[in-house]
């Protein structure tokens, strides 16, 4: 549509003008009017952001409002507010507005750049440019080349944009604070450059003056900044926040499905009945009871935790069980490699539907292994149990548990446990991921 | 040794109190008066503090930066019934303490704690006449499996040689098939590592298909029987062992070696 209004306004102003000039300025609405839909597509996919992440900023939207607020300080409105007779003066009050502006952003910007997390020399260095900028923003205006002071100020949101962008540890949406320099510098710069090309007689015929001179500039320069840098980031954060809220779900389903009322309750009866026969046993199966609480506690609170700790959680869950069961429970632990990250409770879950559904405490090898070993930079992860097996394809209507682990597994780490089971031939989970994969995973997800 | 002990609640203070009766230790309880802790802190100089983290009067974390500002070697131990980590603390606290306590207490944790406190390497005691067991600080060790117990009276009876994997294999599973031996001597190897190390007593180096027993810290019945520092030997050795057959003829012919030099 941008394309054919564009089309027909060259079209209209070519038939009534001939000049070189005016077609020039023709080309440039053509263009004006691509950039202002390319900006009104990008407010239209803020504000869904906007509203997917409640975190988020209004990043376009104070763009526009910049830039409407940079266009009332242009020279067509101040002649509309018929100031021409001191036309002069007005240029110098802009003027020294301007630099007057620029000083409070340096400052500002300085300050904002300690809520990035960037290092202390960076900081200085950005500290450094700043200052460096507005000296020469100052001389450059002072010498009539505004053109490079307008190139200054987009190299600087561009270096800032870019690293918004790039920096996993900046997140879009949570350190957005900084926006508002950004914008100030870039629609003041732009507005400096209008003025200065207007002024130069380079396109004085141009009919519609410098407002929309400056919007076609300013949209189209940030429609470049916008789909090179932002857009991503503003992608990774849509992406991050709905993993988030997915993760949070599940998380709630694991901690529910961790209370377990009978089983504390079976628990404190077995450990009373051990105090009427032995204290010491009492005093053993106490402590082996607040450990595994506070396991459950501490899960709560953390997505993933070291494997040698998730397998702390499973002995202590298996001695508790050992505790109330007749015939103690053959657990191997079959560890080559243990220097990496599970998500918490995951294994348990599946250590405990094998030891509700296997029973391998029937038969008279009965086992369940946890295995881990490492090959070629791939961890292979197994939990097996020679018990009775199921048909995997029930898993659906019968363990919301083993449903939750496989789908923590997934959102944290990227890899879905396998199931492998039938009938009489015992059940056996594995899981293969590659050796960075898991901690990499985490970090991006928590950062 | 000197130590003290700040809880707010009688209930803990009990139940430290039937763990430090019998032992030589001089202790403090102090409910959470801040002036009553420091002012003994100052005359008294203790060597520890167990303290609490969440008391009506006081925060415990706080109250170590005080007692560590006047006594800068005074060593603490957070006992507490929630998690705090090493990271939530200040440098300085950290830097002074020893460990977590958690509630309800662990008695061999607090064993452990206090020799740290006493700065005192703690020794294990094993016993191998008869049937074979460890001790530490008078309390047996309770290994969390049998296997992993025949293991190390196994690298016991090894005398700090190096115990290969093929080695502990065809003395422990003489009857099982390869592949199954060597999972079931990974399984007795991590539940020996982690039972060494919740006692935090790390005496034996775990390698690549071996291990070795660092025998520093160890005091055996039958090590000392070899050296003739005791005559305990009554014809059995770590009787449960089928393996331990092998070592009977040399502690015989020891016993009537000494016989004759008698």
New interface residues.
Partial sequence: MALVVGVISVAILSSTNTSSTVYFSGFLIYFSIIALFLFTLIIIVDCYAMFAIKTSTYHSLLMALCIMVCCLLSEDYLSLLDLSSAYGTVSNIVQYGVYTLFLAIVVIFFDFSYKLGMSKKRKLSYFAVCVLSFVLFAALYRVKLHILAYCLGLAMTVELSYYTSHNPNVHCFNSHSFRPTQFITFALSGLILTNTIYSSGFVENYPFGTTSFYLFTSTLVYAFIYFSFIRKATKRDLANAQYRAKYEQVKSGMLQAQIKPHFVFNVLLSIKNLYHSDTELG??A??LF?KHL?AQ??AAGADMVPFEKEL?TI?VFTDLENIRQDKELNL?????YSDFQIPALSLQTFIENAIKYSRINEKEDGYI?I?SRCENGEILLEISDNGVGFDPSEIRDTSYGIRNSVERFRLLTGVTPEIISSPGNGTSIMIRFNKSSSEKHHENNNS | MKIIIVDDELHALQLFLSDLIGLDIEYRFFKDDKNAILKYVVYENPDGVFLDVNMPGINGIDLASELIAIKPSIKIVFATGM?ISENALPNDVAANTVGFL???Y??DKLYYYLSEIANKTRKMTVKTFGSFDCFIDDRIV?F?SAKSKELFALLIAYRGKTLTMNDAISQIWPDTDVDKSK??Y??AV??LR?TLSELHFDCVDFRRACLVLNKSNLICDSWDYAEGKNKNYNGEFMKNYDWSIAYLPILDKLNSNTDTTT
């Fill in positions: 005093d053993e106490i402590d607040s506070r506690v501490e702390d002995r191997i632990f079959d560890i080559e292994r295995s | 998690n958690y509630k309800p662990d008695k309770r969390s999972i079931l990974r399984d991590w539940r982690k």
